[in-house]
C-alpha cells in the first residue's frame, strides 16, 4: 500500500472539563471485605472530608484495612492497629515520586479507599500521562513499531478522556480492565512505551470539537466494523474500513482502530497521525492544556 498521504494539523490548546486533585481516577478494587495497601515511601492517610491526618502509612509495611460499619475503618499491620473514624480517606506518599501499592501491583500517583456499604472500594487517583504508561504496554506490546505505540497512546488518552466521570457513582472515572481500558500499572511500563506517552503528551482526537470515542481492538480480519453495524447507530468517524490485518484472524469488536492494523500500516512507513486518521474518519488532533493531564 502506498503511503498514506495526509497533512496534520495539530491544534495546540483545548481546555476541557476534568476531575479536580489529580487528572484521573481508575477503580481498582470494588465493594470488597478488606485491601491491603502499601507504600515505597512513607505516607500520610487523610480524612477527605476534614483533610486532616488520620494516619501514618510506613513505607514498605503492608496494611490491611477493613470497614467497621458504615463509617468507620480497621487499619492494621504489624506495627498495631488503629480504628479510623473516616469512610474516605487518601493515601498520599510525601515524596510525590514514590509508588502505592494495591491489588498485588504498584502504582504511580495516589490512592484512594471508601468505606461504602460496608465494603472497601479503592481509587488509583494519578496523572494522566503516568495513567497511559501504564495502559500502553498492556495493551499493545512494547516491542511494536514506535508509530503503532504513539497511535495506541494517542487512542487510549482519547478513550480515557472521552470517558472522564464514567464510573462516577462508585467514585472513579474507569475500571483498570478491559471493560474500559487495561492498566497494570509501574511494573508494566517500558522505555519504549513511555518515550510513546511523552513523545504525544496531551494529544487526543476530537470530532465537532468533541473527544471522539475512540473505539479499539485487537483485529478486525480485513475490514472493520461500522458502529451502526455493531450497535445500531452511526458515529461519522466510526465507519468501515480496510483494517490492513487480514493476516489476523478478528479479535474483538473490530469498530475503530485496530491494533495490528496499525502495527502493519506502521511497519508500512505511516505515522501514528496517518494510523488514526485511516481508522477514525475526518477528525481532527488537538493538544489538551497541560494544567489538565500534568
Not at 471485605?33 to 502499601?38: E, F, M, N
Request: net charge neutral; glycine share 6%.
Amino acid at each position: 500500500m502506498k503511503k498514506l498521504l495526509l497533512v496534520m494539523f495539530i491544534l495546540l490548546v483545548l481546555v476541557i472539563a476534568t476531575n479536580p486533585s489529580h487528572a484521573i481516577k481508575i477503580g481498582l478494587l470494588q465493594n470488597e471485605p478488606k485491601a491491603l495497601v502499601s507504600v515505597s515511601d512513607e505516607a500520610q492517610m487523610i480524612d477527605v472530608k476534614t483533610n486532616k491526618q488520620v494516619c501514618v502509612i510506613r513505607k514498605l509495611l503492608m496494611y490491611e484495612i477493613t470497614p467497621l460499619g458504615n463509617d468507620k475503618m480497621i487499619v492494621r499491620s504489624n506495627w498495631g492497629q488503629c480504628t479510623v473514624n473516616a469512610n474516605d480517606v487518601v493515601i498520599k506518599p510525601l515524596d510525590e515520586k514514590a509508588c502505592v501499592y494495591a491489588k498485588e501491583k504498584w502504582y504511580r500517583g495516589i490512592l484512594r479507599v471508601l468505606n461504602k456499604d460496608n465494603t472497601i472500594t479503592v481509587i488509583n487517583d494519578l496523572c494522566l500521562e503516568n495513567y497511559l504508561q501504564g495502559v500502553v504496554p498492556a495493551e499493545m506490546p512494547p516491542s511494536w513499531n514506535i508509530e503503532a505505540l504513539k497511535a495506541q497512546t494517542i487512542a487510549a488518552r482519547t478513550y480515557a478522556v472521552a470517558n472522564m466521570g464514567k464510573h462516577s457513582k462508585e467514585g472513579f472515572d474507569l475500571l483498570d480492565t478491559q471493560m474500559d481500558q487495561v492498566y497494570e500499572g509501574v511494573q508494566a511500563e517500558y522505555e519504549s512505551t513511555n518515550n510513546a506517552v511523552i513523545s504525544t503528551s496531551g494529544i487526543i482526537m476530537i470530532y465537532n470539537n468533541k473527544p471522539i470515542s475512540a473505539m479499539y481492538s485487537s483485529s478486525a480480519g480485513g475490514q472493520t466494523t461500522s458502529a451502526q453495524s455493531s450497535f445500531g447507530y452511526d458515529v461519522p468517524y466510526l465507519q468501515s474500513v480496510l483494517s490492513y490485518d487480514d493476516n489476523i484472524e478478528k479479535r474483538g469488536h473490530g469498530v475503530g482502530m485496530t491494533q495490528h492494523g496499525a502495527k502493519n500500516l506502521a511497519e508500512m512507513g505511516n505515522n501514528s497521525y496517518q494510523i488514526l486518521t485511516h481508522f477514525y474518519n475526518n477528525i481532527q488532533f488537538v493538544r489538551l492544556n497541560p494544567v489538565y493531564y500534568k
